[in-house]
Antibody, heavy 121, light 107 residues
Framework: EVQLVESGGGLVQPGRSLRLSCAASGFTLDHYAMHWVRQAPGKGLEWVAG????????GYADSVRGRFTISRDNAKNSVYLQMNSLRAEDMALYYC??????????????WGKGTTVTVSS | DIQMTQSPSTLSASVGDRVTITCRAS??????LAWYQQKPGEAPKLLIY???SLENGVPSRFSGSGSGTEFTLTISSLQPDDFATYYC?????????FGQGTKVEIK
């Protein structure tokens, strides 16, 4: 069974950092692009970042560019989101998501259950 | 960035109704559009990809159409399990963007 399990969320003060992890199982990670999508409480979905199968292409939403970094370790079947200089508006449920192919022009076909990030002093 | 505009934001309908949701892109995205369904407390679920291709296991009452900048999601006969929020999303270029969502409510 294809599965994505996020971890690393929690309560963090504004300006601090947090690293999210996504453990993939049930498929060969290095064949697929991966993404992070977030959802603030009561709000819609917002794409955060994406990374191609070999890390050769990455993309970020304007709202996080320069503060967040997406990376992957195919040998460890894991994807990461390093979040620096966190702001109140970054507070959300963060989903890890698998694309249907290796590059940015493939849609998301599998979602994790998400990990919650709370930014508050 | 490409902006995705969904309409309506909320839709009240009855079981058995035909429902149509529209999604407009601020520039052409070819057919690189997906539709997702999300229920409260759950992760989104893929319904349609490449504008009109039905994901495996999704009931045939769901259909998608369009290309370029205008897209629609149609539910031919609304069922109780379909009351949820629906999102369109373009994957034509980074940055990806979602529509703001359409909540389908019971009338």
């Amino acid at each position: 069974e294809v599965q994505l399990v996020e971890s690393g969320g929690g309560l963090v003060q504004p300006g601090r950092s947090l690293r999210l992890s996504c453990a993939a199982s049930g498929f060969t990670l290095d064949h697929y692009a991966m993404h992070w999508v977030r959802q603030a409480p009561g709000k819609g979905l917002e794409w955060v970042a994406g990374i191609s199968w070999n890390s050769g292409s990455v993309g970020y939403a304007d709202s996080v560019r320069g503060r967040f970094t997406i990376s992957r370790d195919n040998a460890k079947n894991s994807v990461y989101l390093q979040m620096n200089s966190l702001r109140a508006e970054d507070m959300a449920l963060y989903y890890c998501a698998k694309a249907s192919g290796g590059h940015y022009y493939y849609y998301i076909d599998v979602w994790g259950k998400g990990t919650t990030v709370t930014v508050s002093s | 960035d490409i902006q995705m505009t969904q309409s309506p934001s909320t839709l009240s309908a009855s079981v058995g109704d035909r429902v149509t949701i529209t999604c407009r892109a601020s520039q052409s995205i070819s057919s690189r559009l997906a539709w997702y369904q999300q229920k409260p407390g759950e992760a989104p679920k893929l319904l349609i990809y490449k504008a009109s291709s039905l994901e495996n296991g999704v009931p045939s009452r769901f259909s998608g159409s369009g290309s370029g900048t205008e897209f629609t999601l149609t539910i031919s006969s609304l069922q109780p399990d379909d009351f949820a929020t629906y999102y369109c999303q373009q994957y034509n270029s980074y940055s990806w963007t979602f529509g703001q969502g359409t909540k389908v409510e019971i009338k």
